[in-house]
């Protein structure tokens, strides 16, 4: 079973920047895509980025375009989340996600539902 490690979450002041790594514990892992999710609390998981492992590919949430970006080492069997700009709304849990088969739509990256493997969330908060 494949397992996903988040880390890089933290408090930072609203207009800082955060990086958040996520690397998968086999080194063969390769999925499909892999995703950013938020979730606040009392709210539900909502998409952030989601990336082709692949490449060419990167789909971003309206709320972060601009101020967030997703990249990937491959060799490193890791995603990124670079977060700049940040805002006390994306004070969140942040999680990523891992598919393992084709995504044939534009629209499925945007679904938790369409993803197989989860990390187990890194806390990032900003301060007014």
């Known amino acids: 079973q494949v397992q996903l490690v988040e880390s890089g979450g933290g408090l930072v002041q609203a207009g800082g920047s955060l990086r958040l790594s996520c690397a998968a514990s086999?080194?063969?892992?390769?999925?499909?895509?892999m995703g950013w999710f938020r979730q606040a609390p009392g709210k539900e998981r909502v998409f952030v980025a989601a990336t082709r492992w692949s490449g060419g590919s990167t789909y971003y949430a309206d709320s972060v375009k601009g101020r967030f970006t997703i990249s990937r080492d491959n060799a490193k069997n890791t995603v990124y989340l670079q977060m700049n700009s940040l805002k006390p709304e994306d004070t969140a849990v942040y999680y990523c996600a891992a598919r393992k088969s084709i995504m044939f739509l534009s629209s499925s990256y945007y679904d938790p539902n369409n993803y197989d493997y989860w990390g187990q969330g890194t806390q990032v908060t900003v301060s007014s």
């Open positions: 086999e080194r063969t892992f390769s999925p499909y895509a």
